[in-house]
């Protein structure tokens, strides 16, 4: 059977077909990239949220151990450990303030700053710091 050579029309239809689906798939798949990274983003906020609550519940009961309070913040219990937090946090990005012990304006406040985010999406800075994170909470009396 002989090859039949393609009219120049037939030719130029699968070259201009493979052309757009190449750049609906370039687009498709910034698309889904960009999703992945704003569920990274929702991650990282949920992640950020629960901690400052479990830091500030325990500081509320346990002001006096502010190094406990950071580990909280840090990898999620008041234990201490050698490797960096969750997240790329570090010990300089976490404070931890007690204003006024022992009075009726007794504050524990707590700010996470310094933290980074990566982003895979093309297009979009590859990383970026993320805005502080504050909470403050009375501290009850002992």
Not at 47 to 52: G, I, Q, S, W
Not at 121 to 139: D, M, Q, S
């Amino acid at each position: 059977m002989a090859d039949t050579i393609l009219p120049a029309t037939d030719r130029r239809r699968r070259g201009s077909a493979l052309v757009e689906s190449s750049l609906v798939l370039m687009l498709l798949l910034t698309l889904l990239i960009g999703v992945f990274d704003c569920g990274q983003l929702v991650l990282l906020h949920a992640t950020l949220a629960d901690r400052m609550r479990q830091a500030l519940r325990y500081g509320s009961l346990h002001a006096d151990d502010l190094h406990g309070i950071q580990n909280i913040i840090l990898y999620g219990d008041t234990a201490d450990r050698a490797s960096s937090g969750s997240f790329g946090l570090s010990r300089e990005g976490v404070s931890v303030v007690r204003a006024s012990p022992g009075s009726n304006e007794d504050r524990l406040t707590i700010r996470v700053s310094g933290y980074s985010v990566r982003f895979l999406t093309p297009g979009a800075p590859r990383t970026a710091i993320g805005r502080p994170v504050i909470g403050v909470i009375p501290v009850e009396a002992p």
